[in-house]
T-cell receptor, first 109, second 116 residues
Framework: RKEVEQDPGPFNVPEGATVAFNCTYS??????FFWYRQDCRKEPKLLMS???SGNEDGRFTAQLNRASQYISLLIRDSKLSDSATYLC??????????FGPGTRLSVLP | SAVISQKPSRDICQRGTSLTIQCQVD?????MFWYRQQPGQSLTLIAT?????????ESGFVIDKFPISRPNLTFSTLTVSNMSPEDSSIYLC?????????????FGPGTRLLVL
């Protein structure tokens, strides 16, 4: 089983739609979690950290379920500029970051 | 965050040659990393660049193929040695920075390498 798994997509959604991405991880001792965004031909950029209580940043909401080893990202009122690949990242404290394969999102006009 | 630059941004190389990629950070950082991202794939960690000591390589990567230098806390180099077309990839350096609650990684713009 891969350490971090994501639905590769692509997710094609109209502007204004709400879209949710899921991510599962295999190591129950993982301690920190992130969502990164990668635009085509660009480097990954931190979108948001994921905290145990869940957290929100504008149109973006991240949730963590440690019991199910599951992370989610919800994007509300999606914009054309949200089109990108979203990478789920898991870190076992003191160890290395493990990147998921990414989920590709296309927001259509 | 930190400002991270990489040189070169891209290169086309002949097989059998070597290329050295530079990574410069605008502030001193403890943790620096080198990743590879092959076409259509996610990121794979090559090694952690340790200041003043040998890099720590991940499974599948060896020092002879990917020698790394880390002479100080703001600079590192990765060399791709004896290149083959399979080495065509994007190579990214990243730095680990302490966030408000947990350490986070920030990436340089990457070096696109094509080996013919």
């Amino acid at each position: 089983r891969k350490e971090v798994e994501q639905d590769p997509g692509p997710f094609n959604v109209p502007e204004g739609a709400t879209v949710a991405f899921n991510c599962t991880y295999s190591n129950s001792a993982s301690q920190s979690f992130f969502w990164y965004r990668q635009d085509c031909r660009k480097e990954p950029k931190l979108l948001m950290s994921v905290y145990s209580s869940g957290n929100e940043d504008g149109r973006f909401t991240a949730q963590l379920n440690r019991a199910s080893q599951y992370i989610s990202l919800l994007i509300r009122d999606s914009k054309l500029s949200d089109s990108a690949t979203y990478l789920c990242v898991v870190n076992l404290y003191g160890q290395n970051f493990v990147f998921g394969p990414g989920t590709r999102l296309s927001v259509l006009p | 965050s930190a400002v991270i630059s990489q040189k070169p941004s891209r290169d086309i190389c002949q097989r059998g040659t070597s290329l050295t990629i530079q990574c410069q950070v605008d502030s001193q950082v403890t943790m620096m990393f080198w990743y590879r991202q092959q076409p259509g794939q996610s990121l794979t960690l090559i090694a952690t660049a340790n200041q003043g000591s040998e890099a720590t390589y991940e499974s599948g990567f060896v020092i002879d193929k990917f020698p790394i230098s880390r002479p100080n806390l703001t600079f590192s180099t990765l060399t791709v040695s004896n290149m083959s077309p399979e080495d065509s990839s994007i190579y990214l350096c990243s730095v680990g920075l302490a966030g408000s609650l947990q350490e986070t990684q920030y990436f340089g713009p990457g070096t696109r390498l094509l080996v013919l």
